[in-house]
């Protein structure tokens, strides 16, 4: 008989004490009691993790919810605007990465 496969999204969080945690995404398949992530994670032996478990047709349903929402949102605002908006965000996150290397 085969065995019941179960794909999903999942959130791993490494948890080192001095550096902020990195989130992770990564998709992993359940087989016989074992999550199996489907590509090598770039963890150190004995690394703890905090995961969080996605199935993916919910994730991609969520997905797909939020997506909807943001297009409805973004119809009455003039493609113009939004390019623009992002242009500065970007501008802003870049300045602000330069300035936090600068005083590393």
Known sequence: MPE???????TCMALPKSIHPTEKAFRA??????LRPLR???LKEQSRVL??????????NEFERVLQRMKARAKAIPQDDIEAEVTQARAEVKAKRGAARRSA
């Open 40 to 42: 090598p994670l770039r």
């Open 29 to 34: 398949v359940y087989e016989n009691g074992v």
């Open 4 to 10: 019941a496969r179960r794909t999903g999204i999942i």
């Open 51 to 60: 995961v969080t478990l996605y199935p993916e047709r919910q994730w991609r």
